[in-house]
């Protein structure tokens, strides 16, 4: 016995095969120091010892095993190969279509040398899924264990959702909120950020907040403690992927100082070895920014604004086109979209009440938003914009957002001493209203004592107004509703025509279901306090049977809705990037229609009057770059401009109103026009050679199921297939000790389409947990290594042998890649090729136990021709392989060269000499750590040993 050797324990038997780590010898007794795969040591007696038999020896004893754990065995080795090739394996493991764009970016990211990457799709195109994909490549590929996700705070409800739909991962969403509770649950000084592997943040909460002489004691201390445990700790905690979404808000000009946004990217990217960027406008027009943003990828490729080449920009970023990408028939993806304005226009005398209560809240606004402005009180600010937001939706709205803050006000002055503001004016441009943030706005301190009073009077009369027009659903709005809808389905020639109806408020949400079920049609609705459960039960309610989905922006986010094409939205929200969200719920991959979108516009608000100006400029975006182009400048225009605040001006500067907006509508539109003219010039759009449908790996899910088909008989568990439901199956937990899993597995589906089709189905794949707890059984108890089968193959027919499956591992410290070779042996002399291929490149399905053996074999002399086969094959592989990965390492060596060589020109002209020498020791040192890395890389070692063997009998 060895150090290094597999071994069992009698007394540990439970814990499976052990690693010999070490002896020892006391008072005349040995003992020996074990391993376990669960990471713990015991030390036992040396006679305790079952020394495990390789597989040679099993062999030639013939302790032959049950074919069918042979087999799923050998399935596990094929799956774990299947893993390692160049291919895009997770496309057939979750309930989701890759399309052929997504697996070449997905390919292009997972075979570079370093995977990071900007990812630069235009809008709809799916950045989210190919990040996706890219991380559970690299997961299942071992690259990667803990893993950060950081998007702006509107988006994180997104990803959440679309990862845990789509990709079954659950990622914990961390707020400043969350870590202080941490924090306070294990100790001030513990990293939080590495007790959970999938961590969700937004970038606003973790950027470094700036620390000046002004500052009070108490604000001080706060941000040191935030910069601490945040914006360091989340650099410090080991993630090994990070993921940022609207990348471009890392903005940093060629000259300027950096942006705390930048900051948090920059500290990621120095400490985080892979690194994915996604934006669809990442130069912002500005080619500073841009060789800025491309630097936190490749520092050492983007030295200067000459590297903004496409050349070398295609070496680190991916850019697909919309309206160009096509489905694997060939067949364009996206339909056409038309957009049209319904006018709502209030009668002065049938909507008399209406109409004073807008100019009553306008009124306010106008008075209000000017003294919250002096006072620097952001929060009443954002308040006033809420009123002013409400009221242009429904009466309804009005009407309950105002009993709250009634309600609030009323009871203010018992509960002054116990009352805190929400929000404080470092976190404002966190802000973004919602259901849950709205009901927080409504509980803010009033202005001051004085004021109090006067708010309560204003609340108090436009509540009277609102009750007389939600008495009868007086709002002209709901007749136009009615009248748009059954123009619509006339025009469309279908009475049940399926319509999405959104709304920003879940009061006005409310007064639509009222007011449509009075009617007699049926309504499913999505909020933002549905949990996930409840959201998949709406949609497919109105998938099924409801003829309307009534919706608020929060409970829009991250749903795909491709079989509904009619939207109506009751109400605008004034970004309109925010009306662009909602759109993309049905313009988007997998609509089959032309999309038809309703807007409700009220005629004669202030807020028509901006839209209007506004639009007049952004048409002639969509005029020029089409509605794509648009679509990616937006998040931009409003980074720059604040849609919100360009409103709420207008309320306050009424009499110069046309000259005001329309010189910020010119403003708009010529910074959104130097964006997009710079758009294929900074960035030009990907040209991939490979044929995206042979990147796709087919055979996984075939693996997977014939793995848990074997198994299970191996168990002796029947396997049920639904009648009703096509390739969908039912069956007997086999592992039913844990009681995190059913009793009985129900709707299990191997193949996506089938799961995709059923939203209740289960998807059984690679990550699945039976696969993981059959791959643990094995592993554990070494079983399945050796056994006898009779084979039904008839065109090997009476040819019999001996199968020896070596595995052949590659790897340096970076990656490593498996090959399952397999030689046959017909005697000790001859082996047969045709029969090693076929078992290399088929799963034997029809077999059953060899009960004897006839011939007499010298199983030793087999495996020594064998293993003289399997070295040969072994070696071509391995040098192919060590090619193809220095000729990487060797670029990226001269890359590196080139970088250094230009950082040392530049720190020669640096006049002070104590400076210079510094940084010049400095960039020494990274440089030999950097090429000592890499010389680490080019240490690429093969191992090769013999897994299995088994006796065949063709037949």
């Not at 209406?354 to 938003?369: A, F, G, P, R």
């Not at 030009?684 to 848990?708: G, H, I, M, T, Y």
Request: hydrophobic share 40%.
């Amino acid at each position: 016995m060895n150090v290094g050797d597999e071994v069992k324990s009698r007394l540990y038997q439970d814990k499976g095969i052990a690693i010999v780590i070490g002896f020892d010898e006391i008072f005349g007794e040995k003992h020996v120091e074990l391993l376990f795969g669960d990471g713990s040591r015991i030390t036992t007696k040396y006679d305790d010892i079952i020394q495990k038999k390789d597989t040679l020896t099993l062999l030639s004893e013939k302790q032959f095993e049950n074919p069918l754990i042979f087999m799923v065995n050998n399935l596990l080795l094929k799956i774990e190969e299947n893993l390692s090739e160049d291919k895009v394996v997770t496309s057939a493991n979750f309930k989701i279509k890759p399309l052929p764009h997504q697996l070449l970016v997905t390919n292009f990211v997972i075979n570079k040398l370093n995977p990071r990457c900007l990812i630069a799709d235009e809008v709809g195109l799916g950045k989210t899924i190919e990040a996706a994909l890219v991380y559970e490549e690299l997961k299942l590929r071992g690259f990667i264990n803990r893993t950060l996700i950081v998007v702006p705070s509107g988006l994180i409800t997104q990803w959440h959702e679309e990862l845990s739909n789509k990709f079954n991962e659950q990622f914990v969403i961390y707020s400043k909120e969350y870590v202080r509770a941490l924090k306070q649950s294990y100790g001030e000084e513990t990293n939080v950020w590495t007790l959970h592997d999938n961590i969700i943040a937004s970038i606003d909460s973790v950027k470094p907040l700036k620390i000046h002489e002004k500052l009070s004691k108490e604000e001080k201390k706060r941000r040191e403690w935030h910069n601490r445990h945040i914006y360091e700790d989340i650099g410090n905690a080991d993630f090994d992927i990070v993921i940022i979404d609207e990348a471009h808000k890392l903005s940093k000009k060629e000259k300027g100082d950096e942006t705390a946004r930048y900051k948090v990217g920059k500290s990621l990217s120095e400490r985080i070895p892979i690194m994915l960027l996604l934006t669809a406008t990442p130069h912002q027009g500005d080619a500073g920014l841009f060789l800025n943003l491309l630097r936190l990828i490749d520092p050492f490729l983007f030295i200067n604004e000459k590297s903004l080449i496409p050349e070398i920009i295609n070496e680190v970023a991916v850019r697909n086109k919309k309206r160009a990408a096509v489905d694997f028939d060939g067949n364009r993806i996206f339909k056409d979209r038309i957009t049209s304005i319904i006018e709502i226009k209030r009668n002065e005398n049938k909507n008399r009440d209406e109409i004073e209560l807008y100019n009553k809240v306008t009124e306010y606004t106008q008075t209000y938003y000017n003294i919250a402005k002096e006072e620097g009180n952001k929060a009443y600010i954002l308040l006033v914009i809420l009123y002013q937001r409400i009221v242009s939706s429904s009466s309804f709205a009005v009407l309950a957002s105002l009993k709250r803050r009634l309600n609030f006000l009323e009871n203010y002055n018992e509960r002054v001493a116990e009352i805190q503001n929400h929000y404080n004016n470092e976190e404002f441009d966190e802000f973004e209203y919602s259901d849950e943030a709205d009901s927080k706005i409504l509980e803010i301190e009033p202005l001051n004592e004085k004021y109090l009073e006067v708010e309560k009077r204003f609340i108090k009369e436009c509540i009277a107004l609102a009750e007389r027009v939600t008495r009868n659903f007086s709002d002209v709005k709901f007749e136009y509703l009615l009248e748009t809808v059954n123009e619509i389905c006339r025009r469309e020639g279908k009475a049940d025509l399926k319509f999405i109806i959104f709304t920003e408020f879940k009061a006005t949400q409310e007064a639509i279901i009222k007011y449509l079920d009075k009617l007699g049609y049926s309504c499913a609705l999505l909020h933002g306090g549905l949990s996930r459960e409840e959201r998949i039960n709406q949609i497919e309610d109105f998938r099924e049977n409801s003829q309307f989905l009534v919706s608020t922006d929060a409970g829009g986010e991250g749903i795909n809705l491709q079989f509904c094409y009619c939207m109506i939205n009751f109400d605008l929200p004034w970004n309109p990037a925010r009306l662009e969200q909602r759109i993309g719920r049905i313009d988007r991959i997998g609509q089959e229609k032309d999309v038809r979108i309703f807007n409700f516009q009220l005629k004669g608000t202030v807020e028509d009057r901006v839209r209007e100006i506004l639009e007049t400029k952004l048409e002639l975006i969509k005029t020029q770059y089409g509605d794509d182009k648009y679509s990616d400048v937006l998040s931009l225009l409003e980074d720059e401009f604040s849609f919100d605040k360009i409103y709420v001006d207008a309320f306050n500067k009424l009499e110069a109103l046309e000259k005001e907006i329309n010189i910020k509508a010119e403003e708009i539109y010529n910074r959104a026009n130097e964006i997009l003219k710079n758009d294929e010039l900074m960035l030009p759009f990907s040209n991939f050679e490979e044929n995206a449908e042979d990147l796709l790996n087919n055979r996984l899910q075939f693996l997977v199921k014939q793995l848990v088909f074997d198994y299970l008989k191996y168990r002796k568990i029947d396997i049920n297939k639904y009648k009703e439901y096509e390739d969908m199956y039912f069956f007997h937990n086999p592992f039913p000790q844990l009681k995190n899993l059913p009793n009985i597995f129900r709707k299990v589906a191997f193949k996506p389409d089938i799961a995709i089709e059923n939203q209740k189905a289960e998807i059984i794949n690679i990550k699945h947990p039976i696969i993981n707890l059959i791959k643990n059984e094995i592993r554990r108890d070494s079983l399945g290594k050796v056994s006898a089968l009779k084979v039904r193959i008839n065109k090997f027919e009476g040819i019999s042998g001996v199968w020896f499956v070596f595995k052949l591992n590659i790897g340096n410290n970076v990656k490593s890649k498996t090959f399952n070779i397999s030689v046959f042996m017909e005697d000790d002399e001859f082996y047969n090729w045709r029969i090693s291929r076929y078992l290399d490149e088929n799963v034997i399905e029809k077999y059953e136990p060899l009960r004897k053996i006839t011939s007499d074999y010298d199983f030793h002399k087999m495996y020594a021709k064998a293993n003289e086969e399997a070295d040969a094959k072994a070696e071509e592989i391995f040098i192919s392989i060590k090619n193809e990965w220095m000729e990487g390492i060797e670029k990226y060596e001269r890359k590196l060269f080139d970088y250094y060589q230009f950082k040392r020109n530049s720190i020669t002209e640096v006049a002070i000499s104590n400076i210079r020498e510094s940084r010049l020791r400095s960039i020494t040192k990274e440089k030999e750590n950097q090429l000592l890395s890499l010389e680490k890389q080019k240490n690429i070692i093969p191992k090769i040993q013999l897994s299995q063997a088994a006796f065949l009998e063709f037949e």
